[in-house]
């Protein structure tokens, strides 16, 4: 059976899947990447499309990426003659209507669960990006703050030494 890997992309960000999962097609793992793009942005399971606006999921097996789509609302591209090319072959490439995902086999299962790991992942690194963003700006705060009483206290000391020549000298 074939190994096909979901890996995510947001701009230059790369981040591959490097387990795979086996199936029995290429259908088959767009499918699952399609279930999973659902999983993902359905607000009962704990998804928001928000989240993933801008990042992709890239399907591949052995012989390279083949299937490629937006997680979340649709994201910001360049339009150029490649982008197009690409868009008008995923087109062709949907299955018409989507189904809702049965149970899954158990490799297929394991697959999605990958999968959910990596978002997890992905969720829990940008939220502690954004915690660290606070701390950082509070930082900076906080120095402008102490630059600013200490350049009002070096030029008190001046005056203070100015005045003090001019009274003794």
Not at 150 to 159: H, L, Y
Request: one cysteine or more; hydrophobic letters at 45%; aromatic letters at 8%.
């Amino acid at each position: 059976m074939p190994r096909y890997f979901f890996h995510l992309r947001f701009g230059q960000r790369f981040v591959p899947d490097e387990e795979g999962v086996d199936l029995p097609s290429r259908s088959a793992a767009r499918d699952e990447a399609l279930a999973a793009v659902r999983d993902l942005a359905d607000p009962q399971i704990g998804g928001n499309s928000r989240r993933w606006a801008s990042w992709f999921l890239e399907v591949a097996d052995e012989q390279g990426q083949f299937f490629r789509t937006p997680l979340g609302y649709p994201a910001l591209e360049l339009v150029t003659e490649d982008l197009l090319e690409r868009c008008a072959e995923q087109r062709a490439s949907i299955p018409a209507p989507i189904r809702p995902a049965a149970v899954a086999p158990p490799d297929k299962a394991a697959g999605g669960a990958r999968v959910a790991e990596i978002v997890r992942e992905i969720t829990a690194r940008h939220a502690h990006t954004a915690q660290l963003l606070e701390v950082n700006q509070r930082l900076r705060n906080e120095l402008r703050s102490v630059y600013r009483a200490s350049e009002a206290i070096r030029v008190s000391t001046t005056q203070v030494l100015l005045l003090a020549r001019a009274a003794g000298g």
